[in-house]
């Protein structure tokens, strides 16, 4: 039995393609994490006014650097489709006038990005748009937002890596350079062992054995630590993530990843699984296939017992204050939080894997619908 998940796994190629989206942007830097990235905006904008608009449902690098540097942090509610709640974003914006807002495109669904730019900037508003688990070919980046995140790790198999893509000519971030200290050793040893066992081992034919191997070495391999104490003094990326950046294909990177998810879109069972993403076309690279569904933790197992791991991003994404949590304000971002589940999209899967994780799910699936019934 085969172990089917989204992890990270290189794909060497000898090929210089530079061909990402961000490859012939005027400004780019190239950071180690997206923390570093976004710290390293915060201390070039040296704002009097410290106050960011973040979603509701928001990763740790994201609301980590702001909190880091003593900002306040206003969340904006999100809908069960992952949209922002249009009218509060603007309330909030009136009422708070932040420096910074944030849109993330959750899982590859790409958000009226233009949408939220006009209301932002009518207000003074700076915008970060969260490209993290989204690249897409048929929208160029857009010429009025003032900042862009990317995140390689997301997308390919790179130890490390983050790009901001900086639009706003008013704002001069430091030069970048690699601190040599222990923990950011450390920190690389641990991601490269990680990124290397697993390219070596996830061809073995027993998921047992994989999930063993890296249940194993995850006790010792975990990085997290390491990053959140060395994030605040922003690093340059890896000499060998950057070079594994510029020898992918991301024309094909985008096709395959997208091709993917348009077969979860097109197979899954509608009747249990609510598709919150639609692929009107193979030009956007997603992280997963993203679907909102009840029992998740019943449907996380059932796929393990096959070898196939989805996941769902809910540890260090949830900031809403535990005494709002019973407000009908969050209720739909609670229920996101709670219920979305993430199927593979990984470039090293054949979609001979993404049929047969179909093929189980829509069993698991009609499970469900009898037990329903």
């Given at each position: 039995m085969?172990y089917?998940?989204?992890?990270?796994?290189?794909?060497?190629?000898?090929?210089?393609?530079?061909?990402?989206p961000?490859?012939?942007?005027?400004?780019v830097?190239y950071?180690a994490s997206?923390?570093?990235a976004?710290i390293?905006?915060?201390?070039?904008?040296?704002?009097?006014k410290?106050?960011?608009?973040?979603?509701?449902y928001v990763?740790?690098?994201?609301?980590?650097p702001f909190?880091?540097?003593?900002?306040?942090?206003?969340?904006y509610?999100?809908?069960?489709?992952l949209t922002?709640v249009?009218?509060?974003?603007?309330?909030?914006?009136?009422?708070?006038?932040?420096t910074?807002a944030?849109?993330i495109?959750?899982?590859?669904i790409?958000?009226?990005?233009?949408?939220f730019?006009?209301?932002?900037?009518k207000?003074?508003?700076?915008?970060?748009?969260?490209?993290?688990?989204l690249?897409s070919l048929?929208?160029?980046?857009?010429l009025?937002?003032d900042y862009i995140?990317?995140?390689?790790?997301k997308?390919?198999g790179?130890?490390?890596?983050?790009?901001?893509?900086v639009?706003?000519?008013?704002?001069?971030?430091?030069?970048?350079?690699?601190h040599d200290?222990?923990?950011?050793?450390?920190y690389?040893?641990?991601?490269?062992?990680?990124?290397?066992l697993l390219?070596a081992?996830?061809k073995?034919?027993?998921?047992k054995?994989?999930?063993?191997?890296?249940?194993?070495?995850?006790?010792?391999l975990?990085?997290?630590s390491?990053l959140?104490?060395?994030?605040?003094m922003?690093?340059?990326i890896?000499n060998?993530?950057?070079r594994?950046?510029?020898?992918?294909?991301?024309?094909m990177?985008i096709?395959k990843?997208?091709?993917?998810a348009?077969?979860?879109?097109?197979a899954?069972?509608?009747?249990?699984?609510?598709?919150v993403?639609?692929?009107?076309t193979?030009?956007?690279?997603?992280?997963?296939?993203?679907?909102?569904?009840?029992?998740?933790?019943?449907?996380?197992?059932y796929?393990?017992n096959?070898?196939?791991y989805?996941?769902?991003?809910?540890?260090g994404?949830?900031?809403?204050?535990?005494?709002?949590?019973?407000k009908?304000y969050?209720?739909?971002?609670?229920?996101?939080?709670?219920?979305?589940?993430?199927f593979?999209?990984?470039?090293?899967?054949?979609e001979n894997?993404?049929?047969?994780?179909?093929?189980?799910?829509?069993?698991?699936a009609?499970e469900?619908?009898?037990?329903?019934?």
């Open positions: 085969k089917i998940s989204n992890e990270r796994v290189l794909n060497l190629s000898s090929t210089q393609y530079n061909n990402a961000w490859s012939k942007e005027e400004k830097k950071y997206g923390r570093e976004i390293s905006l915060i201390d070039g904008l040296n704002s009097p410290q106050i960011v608009l973040l979603p509701a990763p740790q690098g994201l609301y980590a909190e880091k540097r003593n900002w306040k942090i206003v969340l509610p999100i809908e069960k489709n922002p249009w009218s509060e974003v603007t309330r909030l914006m009136e009422e708070f006038s932040p910074l944030v849109l495109h959750y899982f590859g790409e958000q009226s990005i233009d949408k730019i006009d209301i932002s900037h207000h003074g508003v700076k915008v970060i748009e969260d490209n993290t688990h690249i048929e929208k160029k980046n857009n009025n937002v995140l990317y995140s390689i790790p997308m390919i790179t130890p490390d890596g983050a790009i901001l893509v639009k706003d000519r008013s704002i001069e971030l430091k030069s970048l350079v690699y200290s222990r923990t950011n050793r450390i690389l040893f641990k991601q490269y062992f990680s990124l290397f390219t081992i996830i073995i034919p027993s998921a054995f994989v999930n063993l191997t890296l249940a194993f070495f995850g006790k010792f975990n990085s997290y390491s959140m104490k060395n994030y605040h922003p690093n340059s890896s060998f993530s950057k594994v950046m510029i020898n992918t294909d991301f024309d990177l096709k990843r997208s091709w993917y348009r077969i979860y879109e097109e899954l069972d509608e009747k249990v699984f609510k598709k993403l639609k692929m009107e193979l030009n956007r690279a997603t992280f997963g296939y993203v679907v909102v569904v009840e029992n998740r933790d019943s449907l996380y197992r796929l393990a096959y070898g196939i989805g996941t769902y991003l809910s540890n994404w949830n900031y809403v204050a535990r005494e709002e949590r019973g009908p969050f209720k739909d971002t609670l229920y996101v939080i709670n219920n979305h589940f993430i593979p999209t990984g470039i090293h899967l054949k894997d993404i049929n047969s994780i179909v093929n189980y799910a829509n069993e698991w009609k469900q619908y009898h037990l329903l019934k």
